[in-house]
């Protein structure tokens, strides 16, 4: 069954901070999430490269819709996040997968490339999910 993203769609649209950070979601799906962020000065730290904070936040950006879009509302209740290579300039995309999904608990792998496709960071989160629905959120 093809649950109806619309509601999601809806509420993400309000995400400001996202927005602030310039980024940009590309695909929604149950499970699935895709966005990208051009990095710019306001991005990078004190080095030359982008703060670890703005690649975190590419990361949770889609580990929160790919985890709503189920309708369900969901809430993080882990995250760990390895960066593996420093970036300084263009795109960076980031894609979360669907681990595992039970009554309360979902998991979520996410990746964080540039735009040679090379690994930039390696996040991992674990949701709660309500009963409450994102339906019910914006009603």
Known sequence: MQENITPLMELLSKDRFAAHCNMELLAVGPGYA??????????????????????FTL???????????HGRVAVAINCSIAFVKAARKGYLTAEAREVSLGHKLATYVITVTDEENEMIATFQGTVYRKNETIEGLIA
């Open 34 to 55: 895709k966005a990208r962020m051009l990095i710019a000065d306001e991005h990078l730290n004190a080095f030359g490269t982008v703060h670890g904070g703005a690649i």
């Open 59 to 69: 990361a949770d950006l889609v580990f929160g819709s790919a985890s709503n879009a």
